[in-house]
């Protein structure tokens, strides 16, 4: 076992310990222990900045993975924490109820499409699509008794999460699909719609959908994407009326629909969710990130009376699932907290501001020799680069120039927290402008 050493002290040589036991000991994420990317200790946050121990202060362009809308240190979330706190932190949701659980979900009833009403709380993003999935299992078992209907459709460049059932429906290049091959359920793919958010509608983008819901639909519980942006898989905008067709096919072959909103929903692409673009309603909906402000850990899954009754009528009457921190009591206050907190604010045209000072910093940098291609969508920025980006010495330069943007692969992209200024999103995109330059005098030729 190692020693511990001594982590009392918050003077340098205390810190720098510290950081020695956290680059030996300390998985971060997608990271090697025995050649580890560098970390910033960051102490604390507020606003749309964090601080490091070292004193300096980042302009946040990440909104931590998404889902700090808020930005940080926000007093109605804390006042939330604390309330809650004070009457207990945690109960189990086995045979109790407690009004913070109640609360949230008669707020994301009445947020979501009409008939969403049935609402299901988890513990993170990739457990929410977990339940998703059997949520479509379980419906289809009773639909369709013969069992055949045991997998599913998604789309290349899709990204649902890290666990088993979220792995077997994210992108199978791009992914970790090569190395769980012989653990992941086979599902099927089809490609990313061609066509772009804001291009003319191309009606040959659902040719391949059509063709493999004919020949397989008897064996597929449900389709499963990310509305509008697939964001890990690639940052991409498509058409929002693929969704309508997708719509249609899904229940032309009694198919069930399920839109992952994990990264999309509370506003993001300028609408609260993004199947408002389209006007489409799925059979199950997935929330996670921003349904807490960003604040702490939670998700939920919302569905409509057809899988619910599908579900309690089935084999097993129940759904199979029931994690020991569901619909935290803490999570769900704040979570109620933040929601009531985003309907209450001009988030509107909060992100319509972000998405025109986006396009001002950052779509000019389209012409940049290192740059394929640039796209901004509400408060989602996308800088695609020719070459993937060297990430460690793209992010120290990024940290040197007083910002906290995360490249990865070919993309920069900024999301950042939607009470950003002009002046911080300015800076962002000053910094993107210098990262490329940086980028493209060498950095990007070093392997990642
Ligand atoms: C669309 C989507 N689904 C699922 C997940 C997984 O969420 P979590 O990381 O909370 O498990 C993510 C995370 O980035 C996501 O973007």
Redesign the pocket.
Known sequence: MASLPDLGSAAAGGAMKEEQFDLRHVWHPYTSLTSPLPTYEVVSAKGCSLFLRDGRRLVDGMSS??ACIHGYGVPELEHAAEEQIRKMSHVMFGGIRHASATGLAARLVELTPEPLQYVFFAD??????EVSLKMALQCQGTLCPKGTRTRFLALRG??????FG?MSVTDPEGSMHSIYRDFLTPNFFISRPSCRFGDPWDPACCDELYEVLREHHEEIAAVIL?PVVQ??GGMYFYHPEFLRKVRALCDYFGVLLIF?????GFGRTGKLFACHWAGVVPDIM?L??ALTGGFM?M?AVLTNEKVMKGICTGRAGVLMHGPTFMANPLAAAVSCASVDLLLSSPWQERVRRIDGWLRQGLLPLGGHPAVAEVRVLGAIGVVELKDPVDMGALQKFFVEHGVWIRPFGRLIYLMPPFVASEEEIRLLCCAVAEGLDFHGAGAGSREN
């Open positions: 993975w998404w993170s993003g990739s457990v929410a699509v899709g990204y649902h999460g890290d666990t979220a990310e964001g890990a992952d909103e994990i990264a999309t997935a996670g990130k850990t998700s």
